[in-house]
């Protein structure tokens, strides 16, 4: 049966009680109905939230993750860490690639995401030449998706230059090259696999790597209703590059190339002037935060307080999958704010005092609007994405409506999701994905693989 009773869901408006869910067969929610009376032989559930989205990964950075944690000769950086994933995406294999994202996704939908940003950079073989079919490794993360479950934007990424003034790739570039027209067939090769639970954009990779020219090209080539990301601003040195090429910060000459909208998502974006933060926010696009991998790299702390001052909207991915949990990179978003301003309850506006679920709710809104989905929200004609939690749990035995999301995040580090439902679909239930040992067993051969090829 397509239906779930909750005693508590969090709606638009906030926690309801008694809200009886209902979706299709095409996994798309027909029916929200708060203080409906229960209904008989429908499952019930203690406390029901929407499934959050995901808007950054690279997905086969998961299989990298916790390795790159020893010191060098000299002081490490982001810079150092980018060429030791550089080394490591050398080698992997469209396969590999492929059971990696899909034991990514499986974590990831544990958790409680439901959706999933694909900033996807590794189009080409190992030897820089392109693969007969131009969106294969594209398609093999779309087939993670689906033997997972997961939602998925796909972004193939426009990446041609190494540096800022159009400084040729280097040799360990070789397999990310791609032009304005390399990217558009991608999108053409990917467009028969667009349905409800998969959408694809594009995604210029930086001001370093497209240049201005590239970046309005393909934002004028893409269909309009398309998604577009960007790294921008991640870290200083790629800010003093900028200054030193065109005598204006990242922000401000992405911003003077061109206009942006909501269906733009500047990825990090952490080192913004006070004129930059303003600019960002009333244009409307998403500013894309990834607080463990930033964190995990030294980049810095996004200016969230006054980007959420001027009206700023934003969401929060994992990036490099040090983390595969939503709770730990808002829990982090807070908390970066805490160091920074030495202060407690930074994540909140005039109408929302409570941290918790300000934080659910606004990077809710601001991943569906990145992710170009009908996600993001318990709501008639949204995706019937959503994630009970275990109110057995102590954390959650008997709370108030209005703790749930404090608990949820702020309070001790047990995985809270128990069931997941995503299009429609329970891909997870007590706590274990319906793929979890296939899954990662395709994921420890892999491992094994690309451990034995680079001894």
């Not at 550089?86 to 409680?112: D, K, M, V, W």
């Not at 703790?403 to 439902?421: H, K």
Request: net charge negative; glycine share 10%.
């Amino acid at each position: 049966m397509r239906a779930l009773f909750a005693r508590h869901a969090l709606l638009p408006e906030g926690w309801r009680r008694d809200v009886l869910v209902e979706w299709d067969i095409h996994g798309d929610l027909t029916h929200i109905v708060p203080d409906s009376p229960p209904p008989l032989n429908v499952a019930r559930a203690d406390y029901v939230l929407p499934g959050m989205v995901n808007l950054h990964s690279h997905a086969f950075q998961r299989a990298l993750g916790g390795l790159t944690e020893r010191a060098g000769d000299g002081p490490d950086s982001f810079w150092t860490w980018r060429d030791l994933m550089y080394r490591f995406a050398a080698s992997i294999t469209p396969e590999q690639i492929e059971a990696i994202a899909a034991q990514l996704f499986a974590e990831c939908l544990r958790h409680g995401y439901t959706s999933v940003c694909e900033f996807h950079y590794l189009q080409r073989a190992p030897d820089g030449q392109p693969y007969a079919r131009v969106a294969e490794t594209a398609e093999r993360v779309a087939a993670a998706a689906q033997a997972s479950g997961m939602g998925l934007t796909l972004l193939p990424v426009l990446y041609s230059h190494a540096g800022f003034g159009e400084q040729p790739l280097k040799p360990a570039q070789g397999r990310f090259r791609t032009g304005v027209d390399d990217v558009l067939g991608i999108v053409e090769a990917l467009a028969p696999l667009r349905n409800g639970q998969l959408e694809v954009g594009a995604a210029p990779h930086s001001l370093r790597a497209a240049s201005i020219d590239q970046v309005r090209a393909l934002a004028a080539a893409l269909p309009k209703e398309r998604p577009l990301h960007i790294h921008i601003a991640e870290q200083q040195a790629e800010v003093e590059q900028c200054l030193a090429h065109a005598g204006r910060r990242p922000v401000e000459y992405l911003m003077d190339g061109m206009a942006l909208d909501a269906r733009w998502c500047l990825v990090h974006a952490t080192h913004l002037n006070d004129g930059e933060v303003q600019a960002l926010a009333r244009s409307g696009a998403i500013a894309g935060l990834c607080p463990t991998t930033e964190a995990n790299l030294g980049d810095g702390v996004f200016p969230l307080e006054p980007f959420l001052a001027a009206g700023g909207a934003f969401g929060v991915g994992s990036d490099s999958h040090v983390s595969q949990s939503p709770v730990e990179e808002l829990r982090w978003l807070e908390y970066g704010q805490r160091l920074v301003h030495q202060r407690r309850n930074v994540a909140v506006t005039q109408k929302q005092r409570d941290v918790g679920e300000f934080l659910w709710q606004a990077a809710l809104q601001g991943g569906a609007k990145a992710a170009g989905r009908r996600v993001g929200a318990l709501e008639e004609g949204r995706r019937a994405d959503l994630l009970v939690l275990d109110g057995a749990h102590p954390n959650l035995d008997g709370v108030l409506d209005a703790d749930v999301l404090g608990r949820f995040l702020f309070c001790g580090n047990d995985n809270l999701v128990r069931d997941v439902l995503c299009g429609g679909r329970w891909v997870v239930q007590g706590g274990r994905h319906m793929a979890q040992d296939a899954i990662a067993q395709r994921y420890r051969q892999a491992v094994k693989q690309l451990r034995e090829g680079s001894q």
